[in-house]
């Protein structure tokens, strides 16, 4: 049984959670770290990895 490790990439300026992502936690194992563009902030901005909490 194998479960995607997902994981959520948030804005680091606003804090906003802009995209989620799945991890393989065995093949990546240093925390994801991305340029992407934010709506919020309009502009590209640095997204950093979070857990995503599940139900
Ligand atoms: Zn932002």
């Known amino acids: 049984m194998s479960q995607k490790h997902l994981v959520k990439l948030v804005c680091s300026v ?17 925390k ?12 590209r901005t640095e997204h950093k990895e979070a857990k995503v909490k599940s139900s």
């Open 14 to 30: 606003c804090k906003s959670s802009n995209y989620y992502t799945s991890r393989n936690a065995k093949s990546v194992t240093e």
């Open 32 to 43: 994801l770290n991305m340029q992407k563009y934010c709506k919020r902030c309009r502009k």
